[in-house]
């Protein structure tokens, strides 16, 4: 059905394509990986803007926006996301695959040679991008970072983070800070530029029926002979002393409580698999902990969820509740946590968040996208791991691996939006 | 099996249809080597229903009815059906819309026994005094929590500056107050007027067969005596209500969305008709057109903007959205291209561009079976045809959009929603 390869260009900078027939649109992208910094990642974030913006064969947004509807709906885009704390700028392109245009022209090359474009050729002359595509991009990437506060779940576990880590990168959050966004020169945009594709990791893919060695070839002759280092370590905590507590009050109908737990890092994927199950046992699945006790039972809040953070160690969990129930909430909460320490996990439990997580796991591969984010997830680790070995690996996970995980979440913040 | 065989060459595939004895539409759609199935079964029953004729008598029910019974049908006497799935692994969900109301679930193992729990789901309904009260609460919550977003507000606004009788001015989920007026009885009503299997579509898609399908339906559905409910609609002026609306939220950046209201008959657009839309909407607001560049250079949009297609029983409308730090004035933009878009028409050129983004569009949506199952049912109930769609847009002429367009964006018919912070 599909044929999976993987290379490395040189060290820190690996190929990995999946030639794979079924679908109607193909997609290839580049995941550029740093620490997080509060300087470079604002910097990173509008650089990845700026880059999809226009280059130098489309000098124009305007043209190069017509240009992909041109070439049937071909999109370019740019998105950035903390793994740990790393960020990873991510420059993608889709298109639909050669065979399904109207007149039977090749897309496919000319969307391989748009990805490079904007990568390696981008619009900049003596030494600087353009000012104006500079100040458009920043003028809506600041508008992003406010309108984040528009969505108060989103708000909420985003503020959560930002208290907990305070002291650590994670805290400064995908897109970097708004002042730090503001003060960005061009010559911080072009550094960054340089920066990424000179020392970054770099993950590159190749997802589709195109034929992969093309795009491999176009790859190679910019980041061959150009290792980068490849180690990276997030700063895991596991002690906490004091529970920070915060609350703001916001007008609005529904109150935001979200805790915060530091838990144990997972080394290796076997690890890594067993604390998404233990997740998603908790709050994760409709049949979940959280959700059958504390919304199901006590009918305490409309959402209760969990979700792990992997790559830095950390455990959240969010939940809608009125005014008046946002402290039974934190205590049911608590209680479920311990119930899963305690090892009151039913055979039902836990074979339903195996069933849950497989199929999520299985599912992600008959999506591009999800593929590629699959991958992209994990490019802060060294070993390898597809989907199909990720489900296999969920069969194997006991008992006594959830309640090993369980046992050492600790609550480190718990931060609240209180309606008026 | 009496399934017939459907069949498209431009992109590639097929799928199997029939009407099941029970009274059921079945829809099968293969994907080849894809690992999961997407299955979903839906009732033309939304929250605009809410007013309809069964058996010759004319029944009303309140704001939220629909949606409240969604939530309602996942219990049964023998127990709820997520811990059902959660013995087969399904992802399983449901949704309320303005027009229909389906019930779904995805899965890549035990496809027939989550299946079984599906149809079982849509035939075993159990509504008491005390099950129904319980759900007041979580469903009050999910109310409030719409209350406070602001995308949802911004939209729900809108449809009340536009409509003044037709029931899409009100919210998919009622208010507190409505639904504590919603009994078993009137659950029941619904039900049994709705949800009789000649009224409902059922679309797998993905990793199943026809003959896997057909088997597991034998088995389980039951038939249904045949009739048709009858929804009752209100007459809507042309007009809109107000050409303004505007409510105060904590948001940081304010929202907005410009609805320009049409005629509706009492048919749903054609395909035709969609496509047609969507080529002059690429053509005039997409990422390439002039009137995003102005709004962009001006500093009054960001890639949030975008453009949308409202269409139902009795309403059409294009709303255009997103997010700005001076609503009025992309509101004013707009509308004066608008004006001269009606003069000049769309030309030859920004008509090829469209039509060719819109095609690539339409043909990635063939590789997601949530989205062929979504649009299979509607289809169903709308009568469009998943696949006619790619051959009208292949033979559409820029002359057939401008003749479209004639119907369309009349800018003295438009109303203005904004949200915004209590700064702004």
């Known amino acids: 059905m599909s044929d999976f390869e993987r290379k490395e260009i040189c060290e820190g900078v690996t190929f990995t394509s999946i030639t794979d027939g079924r679908f109607k649109r193909g997609r290839m992208g580049a995941a550029l990986l740093s620490p997080l910094e509060s300087k470079t990642a604002a910097a990173n974030a509008l650089l990845s803007c700026v880059l999809t913006r226009s280059c130098k064969r489309y000098p124009d947004f305007t043209a190069l926006s017509r240009r992909l509807e041109e070439l049937y709906s071909a999109a370019l885009y740019p998105s950035v996301r903390r793994i740990g704390d790393y960020q990873a700028v991510i420059l993608s392109v889709s298109g639909i695959e050669d065979k399904y245009t109207l007149d039977g022209e090749s897309i496919s090359t000319e969307l391989a040679e748009l990805l490079c474009s904007i990568m390696f050729d981008p619009n900049i002359t003596d030494g600087h991008f353009s000012e104006e595509d500079v100040e458009q991009e920043r003028r809506q990437l600041i508008e992003n970072i406010d309108a984040e506060f528009n969505d108060k779940r989103t708000y909420a576990i985003n503020r959560c983070i930002e208290i907990m880590c305070e002291n650590e990168p994670f805290s400064i959050g995908r897109y970097g800070k708004k002042e730090d966004v503001e003060k960005l020169t061009l010559d911080d945009i072009y550094n960054a530029w340089k920066n990424l594709l000179d020392n970054s990791k770099a993950e590159l893919t190749m997802l589709g029926s195109t034929e992969p060695s093309n795009v491999y070839e176009k790859f190679k002759k910019y980041f061959e002979n150009k290792p980068r280092k490849t180690e990276s370590k997030s700063i895991v905590i596991d002690k906490v002393d004091k529970v920070k507590r915060i609350s703001e009050k916001e007008d609005v109908v529904q109150s935001k409580l979200v805790m915060g737990f530091r838990c144990m890092y997972p080394q290796d994927k076997q690890k890594c698999i067993a604390s998404s199950l233990m997740s998603a046992i908790l709050g994760g699945t409709p049949t979940s902990k959280l959700f059958s006790n504390v919304r199901e039972k006590q009918s305490l809040c409309y959402y209760c969820a969990s979700r792990v953070d992997n790559e830095k160690g950390i455990l959240i969990v969010d939940s809608g509740v009125e005014n008046k129930n946002t402290e039974k909430t934190e205590k049911a909460v608590m209680e479920q946590i311990r119930e899963l320490a305690d090892g009151n996990i039913s055979d039902d439990e836990l074979n339903s968040a195996k069933l849950v997580l497989k199929n999520a796991y299985i599912s992600s591969l008959d999506s591009l996208a999800a593929i590629q984010s699959f991958y992209i997830g994990r490019m802060n680790r060294s070993d390898i791991l597809t989907p199909i070995e990720a489900a296999e690996i969920v069969d194997t996970v006991t008992k006594d691996d959830i309640i090993e995980l369980a046992r050492y979440i600790k609550l480190d913040t718990v931060f609240s939006v209180i309606g008026n | ?424």
């Open chain 2, 1 to 424: 099996m009496n399934f017939t065989k459907i069949e498209n060459s431009r992109v590639g595939e097929c799928y199997y249809r029939m009407k099941h004895k029970s009274g059921l539409t079945i829809i099968v759609y293969p994907k080849e080597n894809f690992r999961s199935v997407y299955a979903s079964v839906g009732t033309k029953f939304g929250s605009i229903n809410s007013k309809f004729k069964y058996k010759g008598r004319e029944i009303n029910v309140p704001d939220g009815t629909a949606h409240y019974l969604e939530h309602k049908l996942f219990e049964s006497e023998d127990g709820d059906a997520f811990s059902k799935y959660a013995k087969t692994g399904a992802s399983a969900n449901a949704y309320t819309s303005f027009d229909v109301t389906c019930y779904l679930f995805s899965c890549t193992e035990n496809f027939g026994e989550s299946l079984k729990i599906l149809l079982d789901l849509v035939q075993s309904p159990y509504f008491t005094e005390e099950t129904v009260a319980k759900e007041q609460g979580i469903i009050g919550q999910e109310i409030k929590m719409y209350e406070d977003s602001a995308d949802w507000k911004v939209m729900m606004n809108l449809l009340q500056g536009m409509y003044k009788n037709h029931p899409i001015n009100i919210d998919i989920a009622g208010s507190v107050e409505t639904i504590a007026d919603i009994t078993p009885e009137i659950l029941y009503n619904c039900y049994k007027s709705y949800y009789n299997l000649n009224n409902m579509v059922m679309c797998v898609a993905g990793n199943a067969s026809p003959d896997e399908v057909i088997e597991i339906a034998d088995s389980v559905l039951k038939e249904n005596e045949e009739f048709k409910t009858e929804s009752i609609f209100p007459n809507e002026p042309y007009e809109v209500v107000t050409h303004y609306t505007e409510q105060v939220l904590p948001v940081a950046v304010p929202m907005f969305e410009l609805g320009f209201k049409e005629k509706a008959p009492e048919h749903f657009a054609s395909n035709k008709e969609l496509i047609g839309t969507n080529i002059i909407l690429e053509a005039f607001a997409g990422e390439g057109s002039a009137l995003y560049r102005e709004l962009l250079d001006k500093g009054l949009i960001n890639s949030g903007f975008g453009t949308e297609y409202l269409e139902g029983m009795g309403y059409r409308g294009i709303i255009f959205s997103g997010e700005t730090r001076n609503p009025n004035a992309v509101a004013e933009i707009i509308r004066k291209r608008t004006k001269e878009l009606h003069e000049n028409g769309i030309s030859p050129k920004d008509f090829e561009i469209a039509k060719r983004c819109i095609y690539g569009k339409l043909i990635s949506g063939f590789d997601h079976p949530s989205s062929i199952a979504s649009e299979i049912i509607n289809g169903e109930f709308t009568g469009r045809k998943i696949f006619e769609s790619m051959e009208d847009i292949a033979v559409l002429t820029c002359d057939d959009v401008n003749e479209r367009l004639k119907e369309q964006l009349d800018p003295e018919n438009s109303c203005l929603s904004v949200v915004k912070g209590t700064d702004d």
